[in-house]
C-alpha cells in the first residue's frame, strides 16, 4: 500500500501562485492532482506520467497549472500561477500503480487511481 502526504495548501489572493507537493511512500506510475469544491464533485487537475510525454491538464488549469515529478525521490509537484477564487477546493494527490506507456492511456479518471492522499485546502480569495 503506497500512502501520499500533500503539503503547501493554503490563503492566497486572486492572481497569486501556490506550490503544491506530494510525496509517496513507493513507487508509482502515474502521479496527479484531484480537486473538490464545496457542493461539485471531484475533478481532475493534472497527472504526469513516469515515462514518456503522458502530462494532461483539465482544459481549466492549462497555462496557468504545472504539473511535474521527482521520480527518484516519489515526489510531485503542482505550481498553480494566477489564481482565481473559482480555484477554490480540497486538492488531492492521486496516484496509479502501474501503467504501460505504449498503451495510449490517458489518465484522467478518478477510477484509474489506486492511491489517494487525505486533501490539502486551497483558497483564493478576491
Known amino acids: 500500500q503506497v500512502q501520499l502526504v500533500e503539503t503547501g495548501g493554503g490563503l492566497v489572493q486572486a492572481g497569486g501562485s501556490l506550490r503544491l507537493s506530494c510525496t509517496a511512500s513507493?513507487?508509482?506510475?502515474?502521479m496527479g492532482w484531484f480537486r473538490q469544491a464545496p457542493g461539485k464533485e471531484r475533478e481532475f487537475v493534472a497527472a504526469k506520467e513516469q515515462i514518456g510525454a503522458g502530462t494532461y491538464y483539465a482544459h481549466s488549469v492549462k497555462g496557468r497549472f504545472t504539473i511535474s515529478r521527482d521520480i527518484p525521490n516519489n515526489m510531485v509537484y503542482l505550481e498553480m500561477n494566477n489564481l482565481n477564487p473559482e480555484d477554490t477546493a480540497l486538492y488531492y494527490c492521486a496516484a496509479a500503480r502501474d501503467g504501460n506507456p505504449a498503451s495510449g492511456t490517458v489518465y484522467i479518471q478518478a477510477a484509474q487511481y489506486d492511491y489517494w492522499g487525505q486533501g490539502i485546502q486551497v483558497t483564493v480569495s478576491s
Open positions: 513507493g513507487r508509482t506510475y502515474v
